[in-house]
T-cell receptor, first 113, second 114 residues
Framework: GAGVSQSPRYKVAKRGQDVALRCDPI?????LFWYQQALGQGPEFLTY????????KSGLPSDRFFAERPEGSVSTLKIQRTQQEDSAVYLC???????????FGNGTRLTVT | GESVGLHLPTLSVQEGDNSIINCAYS??????FIWYKQESGKGPQFIID?????DKRQGQRVTVLLNKTVKHLSLQIAATQPGDSAVYFC?????????????FGQGTILTVHP
């Protein structure tokens, strides 16, 4: 009955490294979202999945960002060739169905040095 | 671009007082509004939501008011407790094809003194 689970909780990467962030949504939740939260700011939308289909990726800041959800449950957000400006908390959220509230995980704090 | 914003960045209250957190939005197409509470090191926690066909919704100790005429949203917390101390975000969604694409305000820091 756990909530949205994200791993790792913290990730430090050297500039130029690739990183992969994992999200386990609440069981049975069809919709999955990724958000980016900079320090002192509200979360900003990155991308949205309905089952395995990525329906909206308009918020991804560059082509270095890639998200997938191949079997319609676990999702991975990958960032290639990380830059310092990628440092933020990456939040995953899920919802049972369209129109239901989004439930967020505790995020992965990414620091790029 | 259109955005959601907050009038007050910080709010300090005494335990037991009622708290009111305000939010202004500018996207007239928004039809769904949500309040989230975020504690340090945690993700946003859903508090209450309201759709644009309503002007008031009550939960446990919380009430959300929506004034579409002036594009204003407020969260009222009754008998505020120290555990209510957190950052509060309002968020809006235009619905339709943008379902789940929430636009968050910057947040209000609520501090409750015992």
């Amino acid at each position: 009955g756990a909530g949205v689970s994200q791993s790792p909780r913290y990730k430090v990467a050297k500039r130029g490294q690739d990183v992969a962030l994992r999200c386990d949504p609440i069981s049975g939740h069809v919709s999955l979202f990724w958000y980016q939260q900079a320090l002192g700011q509200g979360p900003e939308f990155l991308t949205y999945f309905q089952n395995e289909a990525q329906l909206d990726k308009s918020g991804l800041p560059s082509d270095r960002f890639f998200a997938e959800r191949p079997e319609g449950s676990v999702s991975t957000l990958k960032i290639q060739r990380t830059q310092q400006e990628d440092s933020a908390v990456y939040l995953c959220a899920s919802s049972r169905q369209r129109g239901s509230p989004l439930h967020f995980g505790n995020g992965t704090r990414l620091t790029v040095t | 671009g259109e955005s959601v914003g907050l009038h007050l960045p910080t709010l300090s209250v005494q335990e037991g007082d009622n708290s009111i957190i305000n939010c202004a939005y500018s996207n007239s197409a928004s039809d769904y509004f949500i309040w989230y509470k975020q504690e340090s090191g945690k993700g946003p926690q859903f508090i209450i939501d309201i759709r644009s066909n309503m002007d008031k919704r009550q939960g446990q100790r919380v009430t959300v008011l929506l004034n579409k005429t002036v594009k204003h949203l407020s969260l009222q917390i009754a008998a505020t407790q120290p555990g209510d101390s957190a950052v509060y975000f309002c968020a809006e969604n235009a619905g339709g094809t943008s379902y789940g694409k929430l636009t968050f305000g910057q947040g209000t820091i609520l501090t409750v003194h015992p």
